[in-house]
């Protein structure tokens, strides 16, 4: 199906700002860093997911959903905004998030999701969601409901087609300024959707840059495993005979840390210096991380100071609030 001929539930505020940060670059003696501001999409604090979910919670209206159900960490970006998503369709929501705490402290997003009125369901371990979901579609269906599943992350090709969308967005922002940029920077992870969908749209816009993602859980390897087939699974629905090789897939695995949702030193430095320099609020789950890896290719001398990036903001500040012990401790040092 033609990108332009997907049904759309109108939920964020597009196109997202496109801002230059000329503080961080003075702080990091680099290059002329723009941010995409996708934590300004604008529903329940904003996200990158909301893009997703425009062509999500159309198709679950298309097909008569009464109730939709997604899943994620207890701390869930997408899970939040899925909430309020179903909520602004008419549609109940939910949720069923993993956490190794039995009953985790209702903060961040998880106070968001009991707000928009949620039904949240805890597992133990991200592999028992997907089998609690599905038993909780059938109990629904056995009551007469119509759930719509949608996976973590909202990583599906029909989820992925928004962010190809936002690959054209950002080259038409781009042509606009007349400015030329050499590198995106994304966050990367075994959900995959954002990267894939800007994988692919920007090799459909002739690639007038390079995407970078950096990963914030597994290996490069364990990432593109998911990210390519997902890329190519788009294009395919998409109908285009456009597709991607492993070499189009830039993947940097080094700031992963301990693992997911587990900050490092330089994630809470990124922070720090987002929030210091331009009055940016990253989170430490996604573009903390993201944006360390962005800091490092600086220093290290894989930028030049002579380029231009863009940094995709993802939203997630929510998650600060979950965090605020840590964050309190690395402010004092």
């Known amino acids: 199906m033609h990108l332009l001929a997907l049904p759309r539930w109108p939920l964020a505020q597009l196109p997202t700002p496109l801002q230059e940060a000329r503080n961080l670059r003075a702080a990091l003696s680099g290059p002329r860093i723009f941010v995409k501001r996708d934590d300004l999409t604008g529903l329940a604090l904003g996200g990158n997911k909301t893009r997703k979910l425009e062509y999500l919670i159309a198709d679950a209206r298309q097909q008569g959903a009464t109730v939709v159900i997604t899943t994620g960490a207890a701390q869930s970006n997408h899970c939040r905004q899925t909430a309020a998503a179903a909520r602004h369709a008419g549609l109940r929501c939910v949720l069923v998030l993993s956490s190794t705490d039995a009953e985790p402290p209702i903060q961040g997003n998880l106070l968001l999701d009991y707000l928009l009125g949620a039904e949240v369901h805890i597992v133990r371990d991200r592999t028992e969601r997907q089998p609690a979901m599905e038993r909780i579609a059938d109990e629904l269906r056995q009551r007469g409901e119509r759930p719509y599943l949608i996976p973590a992350g909202g990583s599906t090709p029909l989820g992925a087609a928004a962010y190809v969308a936002a690959a054209f967005e950002l080259t038409q922002q781009l042509i606009a300024l007349g400015t030329e940029v050499s590198r995106v920077y994304v966050t990367s992870s075994t959900s995959g959707g954002t990267h894939a969908g800007l994988a692919l749209g920007t090799k459909l816009c002739g690639e007038p840059f390079r995407v970078v ?3 914030i859980e597994e290996d490069a390897g364990a990432v593109r495993g998911v990210v390519l087939p997902l890329a190519n699974a788009t294009a395919e629905f998409l109908q285009v005979d ?23 030193p330089a994630c809470f430095e990124a922070i720090r210096l987002a929030a210091q320099t331009e009055g940016l609020l990253l989170d430490p789950v996604y573009t903390g991380k993201t944006l360390a890896g962005l ?11 002579d380029e231009t990036v863009v940094f995709v903001h993802t939203g997630g500040a929510p998650a600060l609030f979950a965090q605020a012990d840590w964050i309190v401790a690395s402010l004092r040092g």
Do not use: C
């Not at 993947?251 to 949702?261: F, K, L, Q, T």
């Not at 800091?295 to 100071?305: C, L, M, P």
């Open 213 to 215: 993602g950096i990963a």
């Open 295 to 305: 800091i490092d290719h600086i220093r290290n001398g894989e930028i030049g100071r």
């Open 242 to 264: 456009t597709r991607l090789e492993a070499d189009d897939l830039h993947i940097d695995d080094r700031h992963v840390g301990p693992g997911y949702a587990i900050p490092t």
